[in-house]
């Protein structure tokens, strides 16, 4: 009897052992991966090259103090607003941190956003010697829009009703030069994105008064159910971080 238990025991002990090394092994994989994220880094001051040639701003402090606090590793990369997208489909990044506006448009074509982390208006802006005063003035005029941006459908939403054509472009720089060479009388950007831009490259343009929308929220987009797992990692750092006082440093940094 004695014997029989002492097998029982040991066979026990056996199985504990080896899914307990089974743990570890997953544990361990856990660890070592390393989540590669797109971005854009022209969409000051949420991502952006410094001098140095650094990568900065808000979204990419988040993502770090987010990746501190769930001690996962990442890989930041930039690759425009475009690209990003399409590694993600591809599968040549798992996710995207860029600005990313939470509407429902993408939700529907196979989004997976994150919780919200900044809420974030659009406005029209023009060039410091328009006599644009707001949208009533734009008929009949060519208007400059980012493509698959929130800018754009804020500005796709009141074409019709104010009589203006849209011109399309590929990044934020080349869509505010369109304004100051004259090419477009207006365009539509994210109002933190505009006022920084602004200030920051002391660009001959204004935000129009009262051109405001209501705003959304920006989130972290994947595109697929096996990356999920990285929003949930992102949306308990994003929380932590927000509950310790980290976030609101981040947001006063860049924007006062």
Known sequence: MKRILALVLCTLMTVALLAG???????????????VVAT???FRPFEYTDKDGNFVGIDV???????????FKYELKSLGWDAAIAACKSKQANAMI??????????????????GYYT???CMTVRTDSDIKGFGDLSGKAVAVKTGTMGATYAESLKDQYGFTLSYYEDS????????GGQAVACFEDTPIMITTIKEN????????GSENDGADYGV?????????FLDLFNKGLANIKANGTYDKIIAKYLG
């Open 21 to 35: 090394c089974g743990s570890k092994k997953n544990d361990d994989t856990n660890n070592d991966k390393t989540w």
């Open 40 to 42: 854009d880094t022209t």
């Open 61 to 71: 402090d988040i993502m770090a103090a987010v990746a501190a606090d769930q001690g």
């Open 98 to 115: 860029a600005g990313a506006s939470i509407k429902q448009d993408r939700i529907d074509s196979g989004w997976i956003f994150s919780d």
């Open 120 to 122: 974030a208006t659009q």
């Open 173 to 180: 720089p080349t869509m505010y030069q369109a304004v100051i």
């Open 202 to 209: 002391g660009y001959d343009l204004k935000v129009v008064e």
């Open 221 to 229: 987009a994947v595109f697929d159910e096996e990356n999920r797992a």
